[in-house]
């Protein structure tokens, strides 16, 4: 296994869709293996391909389910989420805010979905099924949207997106080329160890 790079805000690869998976052979399941490594390392609760620079339609999950009681660790691959339908509400800043491992050392508030639906494939090619609410389709909704070529930041609503204008400009966000490598950069979210920030 190995740990790659996550591309930052700004890199092309995070800002198109993803292509669907075809092969189910031995190198998605070598891809599929680094990203948990990655993962894991990051202190992250997701990731999707194309954060590490590969477009294609997989992201991985590795995180609490406070509804379920239990932990969530899984692979999606060419997946399709049906959400319920957002709240009209503010987002609430300490109980509704993301931050992404592709958006480094910040965080905003974002309205979602409380419950989901996802529908796809494992590594073996085996069809799988998910449902989830709370914090846990959070997750499902931020890494979904990674593979639709959006981001978190780009769902902001007014406020928060003047917010996240200012700040993309003093962290120098939104060039292609930029990157931070888990386990031996410093962690830009000030991690001792794994927690429920998003990816």
Not at 38 to 59: D, E, H, M, R, Y
Not at 186 to 191: A, E, K, Q, R, Y
């Amino acid at each position: 296994m190995a740990i790659h790079p996550i591309v930052v805000y700004g890199e092309p690869v995070l800002h198109r869709k993803a292509d669907p998976v075809v092969d189910f052979d031995d190198d998605l399941r070598t891809l599929v293996a680094d990203m948990f490594e990655t993962l894991k390392v990051s202190n992250g609760v997701g990731l999707a391909a194309p954060q590490i620079g590969v477009g294609k339609q997989i992201f991985v999950y590795d995180a609490d389910d406070e509804v379920e009681g239990r932990r969530r660790r899984g692979v999606f691959i060419n997946p399709i989420l049906t959400a319920s339908r957002i709240p009209d509400s503010r987002p609430h800043p300490d109980t509704e805010s993301e931050g992404c491992l592709s958006v480094p050392s910040l965080d905003f508030p974002l309205k979602r979905a409380n419950k989901v639906t996802v529908n796809g494939f494992d590594e073996n090619g085996e069809r799988i099924s998910l449902s989830a609410e709370g914090w846990f389709a959070r997750i499902m909704q931020h890494e979904f949207d990674h593979l639709q070529g959006t981001l978190y930041v780009d769902r902001l609503d007014k406020r928060w997106a003047k917010k996240w204008t200012r700040a993309k400009a003093d962290f120098g966000y939104g060039v292609p080329g930029l990157s931070w490598l888990p386990g031996t950069d410093p962690d830009p979210f000030g991690h001792e160890a794994v927690d429920e920030d998003l990816d």
